[in-house]
């Protein structure tokens, strides 16, 4: 019998200690696209993917930035996206921010190779321009359960600190029941001084992340506008559901728009991934949603978007669990105990 399912990428910040090794854990057998992937590296002066994930040793400094998170989350999720069980029917494919370029890839919409070059010349301008940073702040309780107002006021208050003289503060991703905000120094400043300490992390900075999402980004995007070409864009396989909740069909996609987006909108302007993850949910009710690793952490901001949309009669954090161990639907690849119910 037929699984379908919804294919979700994730995006910086999932590569980390427990991840190095990913490739050769779990890919061992895929070493000839990721040869491929280290041939391009290589024609840019940069370390191979299978040397960096093959390293001894991880350290913050330097597999946080994005000249090597990106291409190494984009090789992982990627290679898991090929590994499915033959029982599973993808019918549609979406991401988180970077994640976004992959699902461009896991669709068909670019080929492995030219995935991976849009990645990595993403990632490296990201961190060669490093404007600005981000921050991530929830504004659900520990049940899940919707706070409208707790949001609508946390908005109010970025716009505000944006207004301020010197100031740049904007909603960088709509994370379920999470906001990621960008902007300069003084507006993050700003932020973390007017909202109080939450689960004892909150408001938590982001480690090597520029101001992704938002207006700051506008000199990355011209340059990768300039660097990769529309012509590296066909039409995907699968349907994509994109940053704004809109779904790209097979057959029925505008290529040059499809670029348009990628190096334009999905850059400077926020990305509602709650709205991609809900678009999902209604438009295809698949029997699985499938997050692809590396790392785990994406499944809770998945499980939260739909807590948000009462899917499934879900309004809180005790409903989904009730679900979600009755018969998991959701599933981790980065989890071990569930990555078998996704490859079998």
């Not at 494919?93 to 030219?114: H, K, Q």
């Not at 190096?263 to 678009?279: M, W």
Request: glycine fraction near 10%; aromatic fraction near 8%.
């Amino acid at each position: 019998m037929t699984r379908t399912a919804v294919v979700i990428c994730p995006g910086r910040g999932t590569y980390n200690k427990p991840e190095l090794g990913y490739l050769h854990r779990h890919h061992a057998d895929r070493m000839e696209m990721l040869q491929g992937f280290d041939a391009i590296r290589a024609e840019a002066g940069q370390d191979a993917v299978t040397a960096l994930d093959g390293a001894a040793r991880y350290t913050v400094s330097r597999y946080s930035r994005g000249d090597v998170a990106s291409p190494l989350i984009y090789a992982a999720s990627l290679a898991d996206a090929q590994v499915l069980a033959d029982d599973i029917e993808v019918v549609a494919v979406t991401g988180n921010s970077m994640g976004w370029y992959i699902a461009l890839a896991a669709a068909g919409a670019l080929s492995p190779e030219n995935g991976f070059r849009v990645v990595n010349t993403m990632g490296t301008l990201m961190q060669e321009h490093l404007i600005g940073g981000q921050l991530v702040y929830p504004f659900v309780g520990d049940d899940w359960a919707d706070d409208v107002t707790r949001k609508a006021d946390l908005l109010a208050d970025v716009r505000g600190i944006n207004a301020m003289d010197g100031h740049d503060l904007a909603l960088s991703i709509d994370l379920g029941g999470m906001l990621v905000l960008a902007g300069n120094e003084k507006g993050l400043k700003a932020f973390e001084a007017s909202q109080p300490t939450v689960q004892d992390r909150f408001p938590m900075r982001l480690a090597n992340h520029a101001a992704f999402h938002t207006s700051l980004q506008a000199p990355v995007a011209a340059e990768g506008r300039a660097r990769l070409g529309a012509d590296l864009f066909g039409q995907p396989k699968q349907p994509l559901i994109d940053g704004r909740g809109k779904i790209w069909w097979p057959g029925a996609t505008d290529t040059e728009a499809l670029w348009d987006y990628t190096l334009g909108n999905q850059v400077t302007e926020a990305y509602d991934f709650t709205r991609a993850i809900q678009t999902a949910a209604h438009e295809f009710a698949p029997d699985l949603f499938i997050v692809t690793g590396p790392g785990a952490t994406l499944g809770g901001a998945v499980a939260q978007s739909l807590v948000l949309a009462d899917w499934g009669g879900m309004g809180d954090k005790a409903a989904f669990q009730a679900k979600q161990d009755a018969q998991p639907f959701l599933i981790a690849m980065g989890r071990d105990d569930q990555r078998v119910l996704a490859t079998g």
